[in-house]
């Protein structure tokens, strides 16, 4: 059992860079361009160590609610004690990217409204609705023989050799 329950306690994995990734951060990890409103994973990155998330949060998808020179505001769900509450920290920029979480949906969406001024300019009517993938279709398999003769195999009967 663990004895040591420090701040960063059990992270030997989380808090390592990856194979043939160490060195000092990209540039434009800095330069990154983030808005109020857009979706950020928590992604710690353990060679800088100022403005480092909690370890409870790394891996977390969030919104951000403020932007400073070097920090964003992030508000993220956390389970604590079986309710869900919104937590709202401050993590510098180099711990954040940016969440692919969004990017189907905007997709569909787009999708859906070129599809819809299609229709308008066609005058069909076109289902938008996601629909679950159905079963297969059924279908008959050919028979094994040439001429189409089914054989039936049937057990020999049991013979005590005694």
Do not use: W
Request: charged fraction near 25%; hydrophobic fraction near 35%; aromatic fraction near 6%.
């Amino acid at each position: 059992m663990p004895h040591s329950f420090g701040i960063r306690a059990r992270t030997r994995s989380m808090f390592a860079k990856k194979f043939r990734q160490h060195g000092p951060i990209h540039l434009s990890q800095y330069l990154m361009s983030v808005k109020v409103g857009d979706y950020v994973d928590i992604f710690a990155d353990p060679s800088i160590h100022k403005g480092m998330p909690h370890k409870g949060y790394h891996g977390r998808t969030g919104i951000i609610f403020n932007v400073t020179k070097s920090a964003v505001g992030v508000r993220v769900n956390k389970l604590v004690n079986g309710r869900i509450l919104e937590k709202r920290i401050h993590v510098r920029i180099e711990h954040v990217r940016p969440s692919k979480c969004q990017k189907e949906i905007l997709q569909r969406k787009k999708d859906n409204e070129a599809a819809k001024a299609e229709a308008a300019k066609t005058g069909v009517q076109v289902n938008l609705k996601r629909t679950p993938k159905l079963p297969k279709e059924g279908y008959f398999l050919k028979a094994a023989g040439d001429d189409g003769v089914v054989t039936t195999i049937q057990p020999l009967p049991f013979s005590d050799l005694v």
